[in-house]
């Protein structure tokens, strides 16, 4: 007997108790919105926070610093406070500072000390590249060089890692080790609690980029005794492009020195003694260097009061059960006509996103856009998908599905070049 899929959509939805945040939602007209992996979209409460600053700014000018509702010079630590829950973390551990690769060079710089034999940076070849871009700028700057003390990790399948051939490569050459969550490409979600016991076992200290993973995955950084982690707000957050960015430190590690120092990150009750020998706040918070964007800011702290209401339990449980349904449907509709499933089927072992993998991926992409449905593409074949908790729907899934169904039945992919966009 046929599935009815859209009669299960349905009801799936109608069951939904996150439903009602889809509301709070700016969702574009006419489109379904598949790319929250690359940037979440715009909320009521996060719009209505970046206008109260903007208001603050008129009205205060530099009186914002102190008083703002909430005030600006605080910001930092606060909002780190409010990331905390998401990452399992203590509030002093998270501070948001920076950007996704300027937290990972300020955390490198602080624990990779070559010394000895151990004068090796422990990383892996599906990493972002700008992650690996980052880690051989710090080989070099200790005096390294990035062809013998730069390890990649190789995968097997082009997709995953497998995480004892990970623990392979922890030997006593390794200092550091820095690895993702969430693989940006196939959505695999490492073991981070087996990995990190592994490297410490053998002395390394460990590191996590968590961007494809806050705000869909419910971690638990401090217990999973990770050193240290880093990730961006504006995907799975919805914070707004180019937000500012997310840093953990695990508290053993607060009275270490920052390996890039900056006045922000100075005890706050004398940061503005304006004294010439740096003493950092005993915290996260000491490994801030510039004043923090507070308009982008502001917008962050609104977009987190959904993840205040809904609980991150809840968006974790929503989210899989989201990319299961997608993976059955893609399962039995689209593998048949060429497609492949570059995600880990077990639901404890993939993020917020499903990689559907095609030799035409760009073309399906832009056949995709041209009827409303916005996924985004990696080369060289995967087509990423990220139905998001808080605004997306089980109906929007089998949409998606069949469209995609019909773009290749139909060959409509045909109809567009094969030539990519600056940004896919």
């Known amino acids: 007997m046929t599935?009815?899929?859209?009669?299960?959509a349905r009801k799936r939805d109608e069951a939904d108790r996150l439903a009602p945040?889809?509301?709070?939602?700016?969702?574009?007209?006419?489109?379904?919105?598949?790319d929250g992996n690359s940037l979440g979209l715009a909320s009521v409460d996060a719009l209505e926070s970046l206008e109260r600053a903007a208001r603050e700014w008129r009205d205060l000018a530099i009186g914002g610093w102190l008083d703002a509702r909430p005030d600006w010079?605080?910001?930092?630590?606060?909002?780190?406070a409010r990331m905390a829950p998401l990452v399992g973390a203590e509030p002093e551990e998270v501070a948001l500072v920076g950007s996704t690769t300027a937290n990972l060079h300020s955390l490198v710089a602080t624990f990779y000390r070559p010394k000895g034999t151990r004068r090796k940076i422990l990383a892996d070849e599906l990493n972002f590249p700008s992650d690996l871009y980052a880690l051989a700028s710090q080989v070099r700057l200790q005096g390294g060089d990035p062809a013998k003390d730069l390890i990649l990790a190789k995968s097997a399948d082009g997709r995953t890692l497998d995480e004892e051939a990970l623990i392979s490569l922890?030997?006593?050459t390794v200092a550091v080790a820095v690895l993702p969550a969430v693989l940006y490409r196939s959505g695999q979600l490492l073991d981070l609690r087996r990995l990190t016991q592994a490297a410490h076992e053998r002395g390394i200290v460990i590191g996590f980029d968590c961007a494809h993973s806050v705000g869909s995955v419910a971690h638990r950084l401090h217990d999973d005794d990770v050193d240290f982690a880093f990730w961006c707000t504006y995907k799975h957050l919805n914070g707004g492009p180019g937000s500012p960015a997310g840093l953990f430190l695990h508290r053993r590690h607060f009275e270490r020195e920052p390996g890039l120092a900056g006045w922000f990150g100075y005890v706050k009750e004398r940061q503005f003694d304006l004294a010439l020998h740096f003493e950092h706040a005993p915290s996260a918070s000491g490994w801030q260097m510039g004043s923090p964007s507070i308009l982008s800011a502001a917008a962050l702290d609104g977009a987190l009061n959904l993840f205040d209401e809904a609980?991150?339990?809840?968006?974790r449980a929503k989210s899989l059960e989201l990319t299961s349904f997608l993976i059955e449907l893609a399962e039995a509709r689209l593998v048949p006509l060429g497609f492949e499933v570059g995600t880990p089927l077990e639901p404890d072992r993939r993020g917020g996103h499903v990689a559907l993998e095609h030799d035409e991926g760009w073309r399906i992409?832009?056949?995709?856009?041209?009827r409303g449905i916005v996924p985004?593409?990696?080369?060289?074949?995967?087509?990423?998908?990220?139905?998001?908790a808080l605004y997306s729907t089980f109906a929007e899934v089998e949409h998606t599905v069949s469209a995609l169904e019909e773009i290749v039945r139909n060959h409509e992919y045909e109809a567009f070049s094969s030539e990519r966009a600056a940004v896919s």
């Open 73 to 80: 010079f605080t910001y930092g630590e606060r909002i780190g």
């Open 311 to 315: 609980g991150i339990l809840t968006v």
């Open 21 to 34: 945040f889809r509301a709070r939602f700016h969702v574009p007209a006419g489109t379904v919105y598949m």
């Open 170 to 172: 922890m030997d006593d």
């Open 365 to 370: 992409c832009r056949a995709l856009k041209a």
């Open 3 to 8: 599935r009815n899929w859209s009669e299960e």
């Open 376 to 388: 985004d593409f990696r080369p060289r074949r995967v087509i990423r998908l990220a139905p998001v």
